[in-house]
């Protein structure tokens, strides 16, 4: 598969995906989310793949939806139109395998959507985040759904409504990424982070990463039933069965994805 909007490749066991439309900030159109959806989707199914990692090529991660699609549309062709836009988020959630944002420049509007729904974030230093759709008389409300699993109440709805955009080592401090680094740098903490993930059991990370979004807007009780249910379905795994005995023995196990 190979879009002009959205570059893929594979670096052994870790699957790229780059948002190709530099010229334009990687801004989201029809196409670009289609094809990247279709890219998560495809990686999920390769065998091959254990970790996936989403980046932006040129000046910046996305600025959002390229307003250029917003005329003429009636209230369900919008309907429709931002349901494709925010389908990652979905797709990012049911996917098996854990997804790394990998962001520099500007992560504004849907972009910020698309970091926000990855399992986990590299930012650059100096990289701008914001829900700022409000400054032309819109509302990041796809982008809030996310947002609101990562922030308290009155720190989401300040970046909601008034879209400033906050700094790195801010979204940091508020939990909204994992790492800031060097721009220089960014690719290569990113591709260790990939890597470590891809060291570990692959059905540990899948069926992990299936029970805590499984869990999340379960009650209390609920959740720790299903939460038991999926670990006593893991124990009987032959990786958790090998990683047992290998930590017994103190030796690293022999990951069979099984």
Known sequence: MDYKTVLVERKGPIGIITLN????????????????????VRFDDDEEVRVVVVRGAGKAFSTGIDVYEFFGKTNREYKDWVAQMEEMSLVIAGMKKPVIASAH?????????????????VVAEGTKIGTTA??????????????????????????LLTGDLIDARVAE???????????????????????KLAKKSPIALQMGKQAYYGMQDMEFGKALEYSNEMFA??????????G???????????????
């Open 21 to 40: 439309r530099p010229e334009k900030m990687n801004t989201f159109t029809t196409e670009l989310a289609k094809r990247l959806n279709e890219a998560l």
């Open 105 to 121: 420049g500007y992560v504004v509007a849907n972009g910020a959507g698309l970091l926000l729904a990855c399992d986990l974030a």
């Open 134 to 159: 409000i400054n032309v008389g819109l509302f990041c409300m796809g982008p809030a759904v996310p947002l609101s699993r990562h922030l308290g109440k009155k720190r989401c709805l300040e970046m």
């Open 173 to 195: 401090q508020w939990g909204l990424v994992n790492r800031v680094v060097p721009l220089g740098q960014l690719e290569e903490v990113t591709m260790e982070l990939a890597e």
């Open 233 to 242: 379905t893991l124990c009987v795994t032959e990786d958790a069965q090998a």
């Open 244 to 258: 047992v005995r290998a930590f017994l023995e103190k030796r690293k196990p022999d990951w069979k994805g099984r």
